[in-house]
């Protein structure tokens, strides 16, 4: 079953990464990007952002954040950035109304497709994300002890078993890890996403290959209003009425 969304005004989406801080503005087709690293803070990326979205028109914002959310406000500082992110008035800042949602969770949710489906974002880390009829989870499953005593998904797949083992060893692990997670989780398909994703030679049996551009799709669809998805139940109704 495939979600419906119903579009909303433009919408400023902020994706912000350990290398790079990306934007884009509903209806601009180029996106812009900026130098992050370790002294990009959070009242510093508000500050680049703003110059760099100069003649931009924009109602409200979202911010795809490289670490746990939780009601919309992140939990922990970045691992690979400055400090100042917790606690954070984004809103005040930007003086638009803004939602953050984990970076992971917002390219899963521009790379739904309807059911249930499960996103892992191969980059410095393990991102991951389950949608299932639409409602999206945010998910932490890079942290799940794997192998070795004291080792993670992470440690595997991320860019540290990239470095470690070789790009060879590197896939074989992330067709194992993909493979345990859809025994465990049960999704129908499996989008691997996330800078890594494009060093996958042959995708692992059902999988599909995502696009970093769709976390500029899931930052809009956080402002947009779902509607419920056609399934032939209306034209049933529909039928019964006229009897």
């Not at 939602?99 to 917002?106: E, G, L, Q, S, T």
């Not at 779902?226 to 032939?232: I, Q, V």
């Amino acid at each position: 079953m495939r979600a419906a969304f119903q579009k909303v005004n433009r919408v400023l989406v902020i994706d912000v990464g350990g290398t790079h801080v990306k934007v884009l503005v509903t209806g601009q087709s180029e996106e812009r990007r900026i130098p992050s690293g370790s002294k990009m803070t959070a009242a510093k990326m508000v500050r680049d952002v703003k110059h760099l979205a100069k003649g931009w028109q924009y109602d409200c914002v979202s911010i795809g954040y490289p670490g746990p959310v939780i009601h919309g406000h992140p939990v922990h500082e970045p691992y690979n950035l400055g400090g100042g992110w917790v606690g954070f008035n984004f809103g005040k800042a930007f003086d638009r109304p803004v939602k953050v949602i984990n970076d992971a969770a917002m390219q899963a949710l521009g790379s739904y497709q309807g059911g249930r489906m499960l996103f892992l974002g191969l980059g410095a880390g393990l991102g991951t994300a389950m949608i299932v009829d639409g409602i999206l989870d945010p998910m932490e499953l890079a942290h799940l002890p794997y192998k070795e005593h004291g080792r993670t998904f992470e440690d595997y797949v991320g860019v540290r078993g990239l470095k470690r083992f070789g790009k060879k060893n590197w896939r074989r692990s992330v067709a194992d890890v993909v493979e345990r997670l859809k025994k465990a989780l049960e999704p129908e398909c499996v989008v691997l996403g996330g800078g890594n994703a494009r060093l996958i030679k042959d995708l692992p049996p059902g999988t599909r290959m995502g696009d970093n551009r769709n976390a500029f799709v899931g930052s809009s669809r956080l402002w947009e209003k779902k509607t419920k998805p056609f399934d032939g139940s209306e034209k049933k109704s529909a039928a019964k009425k006229r009897r």
